[in-house]
T-cell receptor
Framework: KQEVTQIPAALSVPEGENLVLNCSFT??????LQWFRQDPGKGLTSLLL?????REQTSGRLNASLDKSSGRSTLYIAASQPGDSATYLC?????????????FGTGTLLAVQP | GAGVSQSPSNKVTEKGKDVELRCDPI?????LYWYRQRLGQGLEFLIY????????KSGLPSDRFSAERTGESVSTLTIQRTQQEDSAVYLC??????????????FGSGTRLTVV
């Protein structure tokens, strides 16, 4: 059974710092991995999608890496800003099965202090 | 539409009443998912629709929950005889489906359901 874990559960950093969020998954048979952010009381906003054949994806100050064989992904945020404060979720799309539903991690609550 | 649209955005209902939640996916997205997120908890998969295939209902928590989708259009999630434990944010997502290249999900902003 695929399980997705995110470390740390919560993180507080001063504005301007670079930071790394971690995501690990137990079964490497995945189609892709997606990072989302969720603001309080809101839905999910997709940040980056990495296919299983890719090693990383970049969007602005965000860079996500994927090491499928070791079951790990990291989300790097450069020069953090207070507006980055949110919960960050990673999710994998498992291979096989009829559903291909996303399996979500537990999330990292990020607070960027001004 | 440009994104996944859900309505209502907020719903307060009395225990025992039925509620209907609506999701309008991105045009052309053949896959549609419903998830539930209780306060302070992770996302729970509820149900999946893919084209005209039989839906995967394996995540529905009880027979009080049902969902419909006509073709590749709007989906409705119905909760009958609501209970307080049904209070949660109900999120809908849609995606393209294809061989080879796989697609990411786009989520709606959710419906916050409060059962009093």
């Amino acid at each position: 059974k695929q399980e997705v874990t995110q470390i740390p559960a919560a993180l507080s950093v001063p504005e301007g710092e670079n930071l790394v969020l971690n995501c690990s998954f137990t079964d490497s048979a995945i189609y892709n991995l997606q990072w989302f952010r969720q603001d309080p009381g809101k839905g999910l906003t997709s940040l980056l999608l990495i296919q299983s054949s890719q090693r990383e994806q970049t969007s602005g100050r965000l860079n996500a890496s994927l090491d499928k064989s070791s079951g790990r992904s990291t989300l790097y945020i450069a020069a953090s800003q207070p507006g980055d404060s949110a919960t960050y979720l990673c999710a994998v799309r498992p291979e096989g099965g009829a559903t291909n539903k996303l399996i979500f991690g537990t999330g990292t609550l990020l607070a960027v202090q001004p | 539409g440009a994104g996944v649209s859900q309505s209502p955005s907020n719903k307060v209902t009395e225990k025992g009443k039925d509620v209907e939640l609506r999701c309008d996916p991105i045009s052309g997205h053949t896959a549609l998912y419903w998830y539930r997120q209780r306060l302070g908890q992770g996302l729970e998969f509820l149900i999946y629709f893919q084209g005209n295939s039989a839906p995967d209902k394996s995540g529905l928590p009880s027979d009080r929950f049902s969902a419909e989708r006509t073709g590749e259009s709007v989906s409705t999630l119905t909760i009958q005889r609501t209970q307080q434990e049904d209070s949660a944010v109900y999120l809908c997502a849609s995606s393209l489906v294809g061989t080879g290249y796989t697609y990411g999900y786009t989520f709606g902003s959710g419906t916050r359901l409060t059962v009093v």
